[in-house]
């Protein structure tokens, strides 16, 4: 393997500036890894909190960035990547467990189960808008530890429904096309303007998360149904409360899988609620789910349209590493249904 001059978005610190600065690649590759010449990237919420905040599972300086698509450069030796060949098109979740596994670097090494390929006519940019959102939602709706629902294609998911909090989020997007493909019914929340995308991904009924009515609204709806569960999808540091209040409000018993954390001391008595969490250990917990997701169910749903590109990408002015900071910058403004992107060239 020739070994590529390469730069990486180094986070030093909690605290201090981003900076961009020469980062090795390998020499050699692992046999479970594949080398990728990054072409767009996409940022995420814990991106710009980690610029911040030192959270534990971090150690600076860091690489940062999770989402990345681009061609593959080199293939390792193992019977699972040989079906990587160099020049293949692909995304890939790069959650950054070694340093020099993490998204935001011209060259980018992936976990072959943690790569795809993607479809000839899809874009880089459109591409990218996948690994950490879908990993979270397959990783909240089909880990045994957090909602366990039936994959894809295993078809028990029917005559139930799954309440998507926050539907037109990154995350809750892919929990609404991940639910809908294993059979399930889905009730979502968003803001109005955004009803018919919501639905437009799979959601059978929508509710506007603003409206003074939401909880008993949805309460209402469930419980009309068999209900398979909550997966609180977006929203502000306590936004999780409500999803609770409609578990405990609920004649059913239901389970809330949360992708925000769980304020101490929030759960009603009798309420089963867990953070879902990408654990930094080995593989990390998204890995089983997110790795069957990519090799099962994704690369043929996209090429027979039958998934979505949501949300839509948003790409900003500056290309390369330079863009990352202003895609940060525009993100903490606040985004609806959009993913923000930066092209590499
Ligand atoms: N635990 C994990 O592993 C994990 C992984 C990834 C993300 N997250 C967290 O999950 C959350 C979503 O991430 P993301 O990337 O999907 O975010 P995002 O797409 O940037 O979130 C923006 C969307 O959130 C929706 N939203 C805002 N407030 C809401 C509320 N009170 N109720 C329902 N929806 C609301 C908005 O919907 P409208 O436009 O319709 O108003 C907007 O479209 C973030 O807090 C992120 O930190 C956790």
Redesign the pocket.
Known sequence: MSNPTNRAFWQDAAGVPSAIRESPVPSSLGPHEVLIKARAWAV???DA?LQVVALPFITYPAILGTDVAGVVEAVGSGPASQKFRVGDRVLGYAPGRKREGAAFQEHVVLDQGLAMKIPDTMAFREACVFP??L??AG??LFGSEYLGLPFPGEGKGEGKTLLV?????????NAIQLAKAAGFDVVA???A??FEL?KGLGAGKVFD??SPSVIDDVVAELDKRVCAGIFQ????QN?VV?CLEIAWRSKQDLFVA???LVPEGSVPQGVRAT????TSDERGS?YGTTSKIFADFLPRALERGEYKVA?TPEVVKTKGLEGIQEAIDL?KQ??????IVVEAE
Not at 168 to 173: L, N, P, R
Not at 275 to 278: G, R
């Open positions: 995420n919420p814990v909190y950490l959102c990993a979270t990783g909240a909090w926050g539907g037109a989020a990154g995350v809750g997007s929340t968003c803001s303007h955004n919501v998360y603003k999808a977006a929203g502000p936004g409500p949360c992708a925000n953070f879902v969490l990408d998204y949300p993100l606040g985004v609806s249904a959009k993913k």
